[in-house]
C-alpha cells in the first residue's frame, strides 16, 4: 500500500478504484465512460417511455422508467467516483494539482464538446423553425416564472464568483456563503422548471408529442435540466468540501473548475430563452 493511499484511509476515506486503468496506458480513469453510460442510459430510458405511449405501444411501460431510474444511478455514481479520483482523494492524500492548468484546460475542452452538444439541439431547432406549424396547442412560453427562474440563474453566477473572489482573497466566511447561497438558488431553478413542465403538461396540455416544437422544446430544457442538475451535485460536493475547510486561497482547482461549467449552463439558458422561448413566441405564425 502506498503513503497515498494510507493518508485516505487515515482520514476514513476510501478510493473509487484501486487501480484506475490498465497498466501501460497511463495515468487515467474510468470514471468519465461510467458517468458518459449513465447520461446515454437517462436518454435511452427517455425513448423507451416515448415508444410505450400511444394505443399501439411498442414496448411495455415499465421498461422506460427502469431504465430511466437506473441511469440515472449510475450518472451520479459515476461523477461522485470522477470528483472523487480527481480532487478529493489527491486533497487527503496530501498531493496537489500545481497551479491546476491542466486540469483548467480539461474542462476548457469538455464545454467544448458541450458545446458542439447543445449546438447540435439548435441546429435541429433552427432546420425545423424554417417550415410553419400550428401555434394553437402552444401555452405562454414567457411567462412570469420563466423570467423569474432566469433571474435567479443569472444571481448564482454572481454569487458564486463573489464567493470565489473572496476566497481567493482569504475570507473563508463569506466564500461560504456564497458557495451556499449558489447551491441554494440552483436547486430552486431546478424546481422552478419541473414546475414549468408540471403546468406545461398537466394543465396546459402541452408535451414532447406536442408537434415538432413540443419534441424540440423539451429536447432543449431537459437536456440543459440535465446539466444544471449535474451542476449542482458539483457544487454540493464543493460546498461540503469547503465547510471541511479543504480550500484556501491557494488551492481552489476545483471551485475554479465548477465555477467555469456553472457559468457556462448559465449562458447557455440565456440563449435558450432567447431562441427557444421568446424567439418562438415573436416569431411563430
Known amino acids: 500500500m502506498t503513503v497515498a493511499d494510507d493518508s485516505a484511509e487515515e482520514h476514513g476515506h476510501h478510493l ?5 486503468w490498465p497498466r501501460g496506458f497511463g495515468e487515467a480513469s474510468w470514471w468519465p465512460f461510467v458517468t ?3 447520461a446515454s442510459g437517462i436518454y435511452v430510458g427517455a425513448a423507451l417511455f416515448v415508444l410505450a405511449q400511444g394505443e399501439q405501444a411498442l414496448v411495455d411501460a415499465i421498461y422506460g422508467p427502469v431504465v430511466f431510474v437506473g441511469a440515472v444511478g449510475l450518472f451520479l455514481a459515476g461523477l461522485y467516483g470522477w470528483v472523487y479520483h480527481a480532487f ?3 486533497f487527503w492524500s496530501g498531493g496537489g ?8 484546460w480539461g474542462m476548457v475542452l469538455f464545454l467544448g464538446t458541450e458545446i458542439a452538444t447543445f449546438g447540435a439541439g439548435f441546429v435541429y431547432y433552427f432546420f425545423i423553425r424554417v417550415g410553419s406549424w400550428s401555434t394553437e396547442a402552444f401555452p405562454d412560453l414567457v411567462s412570469s416564472l420563466v423570467l423569474i427562474n432566469t433571474a435567479i440563474l443569472v444571481l448564482s453566477s454572481f454569487t458564486l464568483h463573489w464567493g470565489h473572489v473572496k476566497l481567493r482573497q482569504g475570507d473563508r466566511r463569506n466564500f461560504l456563503v456564497g458557495m451556499g447561497t449558489t447551491l441554494l438558488l440552483g436547486l430552486v431553478f431546478i424546481g422552478g422548471q419541473v414546475y414549468e413542465y408540471y403546468e406545461f403538461i398537466v394543465h396546459g396540455g402541452f408535451d414532447f408529442t406536442t408537434g415538432i416544437f413540443g419534441s424540440a422544446f423539451y429536447g432543449l430544457t431537459g437536456l440543459h435540466g440535465l446539466h444544471v442538475s449535474m451542476g449542482a451535485v458539483l457544487l454540493g460536493i464543493v460546498f461540503v468540501r469547503a465547510l471541511y475547510g479543504q480550500y484556501t486561497a491557494d488551492r481552489h ?3 475554479t473548475t465548477v465555477s467555469m461549467y456553472w457559468h457556462f449552463v448559465d449562458a447557455v439558458w440565456l440563449f435558450l430563452v432567447v431562441v427557444l422561448y421568446v424567439g418562438a413566441e415573436t416569431a411563430l405564425v
Do not use: F, I, M, Q
Open 16 to 20: 473509487p478504484a484501486v487501480e484506475d
Open 36 to 38: 458518459a453510460l449513465g
Open 88 to 90: 478529493v482523494k489527491a
Open 97 to 104: 494539482h500545481g497551479d491546476g492548468v491542466g486540469l483548467r
Open 253 to 255: 482547482v476545483s471551485v
